[in-house]
């Protein structure tokens, strides 16, 4: 909920003040342009350990850009209000060798379709939530 409100001042903030104003730019920075590190997807641990997937929010561009656990992806995404949502994702074409990779991206994938809203139960912690509760868990790296 935190930070549901924290974007919404923020992107009100962000949108009223000149460019050069810094006071948005470093409130927005506690969850923006950072690359969150996925640590939980629909309620389950990663099997994957290594090369996980990341998500980073970028306020002056409404993108979202990371790695998905093979391929890189970008997209737009909206925040007003409690919700956040994700734009369709265009992702690279990279072949992944292990089969468990491609399984977790497509689940990330797939669950960054479904987001309706955001959390930071800590300030290193980001919960992204849809319709039916937190669909993935991320930590600062």
Known sequence: MRLRV???FLTLVAACAPRSATPAAAGVAAVTNVDWVLTEL???ALSVTDRLPTLRLDPATGR???NAGCNRFTGGYTQ???SLRFSA???TRMMCAEP???AL?????????VVTGAATPATDRLELTG???IVARFRRP
Do not use: M, Y
């Open 105 to 113: 991206e497509q689940a990330f994938t797939s669950a960054l379709a």
């Open 64 to 66: 979202a850009t990371g």
């Open 80 to 82: 007003a209000g409690d």
């Open 100 to 102: 468990e990779r491609n």
């Open 6 to 8: 924290a974007l919404s």
């Open 42 to 44: 629909d309620g389950k």
């Open 89 to 91: 994702l265009a992702l």
């Open 131 to 133: 319709p039916s509760g």
